[in-house]
């Protein structure tokens, strides 16, 4: 039998670093009160994991909801990410320091690059690798990567990395990149997993949702969980984030897991890591 999923499970990455399994998302989450609020009021609700980026210059407001939510540092998981312009040795460890500076964490759990970038995937990847063994992160891993960008990244690397935060949901499942990563034990990690709301637009999820009580998004978050992989929706309403961690109280069947596998169209939402800049 499979273990009971709660709000508070985890996974193992490789480098034995545990990370909570649901986490909130913080894309397009406004600067200052607005991401402070959400952060905050899903930390009160049993979130531990909150994802943020440089990029979406709202990495302040977490830190302010991670140090006002009366937490210990070590109960909570912060994730940030390295923006495209700042890739390169010198200035991944630049921007890293800003990063830290604007968080006040102490450290980051996990540092992410945020998306490919063949020209200096060398230079990036060492400088995270001297981060995570001087202790300022405790994992590192990438966002966006597709299959041969994983394997340019492994040739390369002495630290493999530990997680892939990429586009996954229903409509795009991507199963070649899910075997591969399975194989090296690099761990799943789902954006957009209620694909920017479009689930509404899905007459099985509705089903399936109306047997359990549950709505589209509840279902498509419960079946990236039962799946084994992470999931970090975004939302910023109180009712909303409440509501995408209420998915711990029910379990898809395997007939309705697999009617779900079966809706992939590969349709992308976001950009494409192939077109995008590798």
Known sequence: ?????????TVMLAERVEMPRFGLGTYKSLPGEEVEHSARFALTHGYRLIDTASLYDNE???GAAVRA???SRDQLFVTTKLWNDDQGYERTREAFDLSLSKLGTGYVDLYLIHWPMREHLKGTWRAMEELRAEGR?????????LRPHLEELLRIADVPPALNQFEFHPWLQQPELQAYMAS???TLQAWAPIMRGRVSEIAELISIGGVHGKSPAQIAIRWVLQKGYSAIPKSVHDARIAENADVFDFELTEDQMATIDSLD???RLGKDPHTYVW
């Open 265 to 267: 169209r590969g349709h």
């Open 60 to 62: 302040e407001g977490v």
């Open 137 to 145: 992160t405790r994992a590192i891993g990438v966002c966006n990567f």
């Open 1 to 9: 039998m499979a273990p009971v999923l709660t709000i508070g499970s």
């Open 69 to 71: 939510s009366g937490l």
């Open 184 to 186: 090296n034990r690099i």
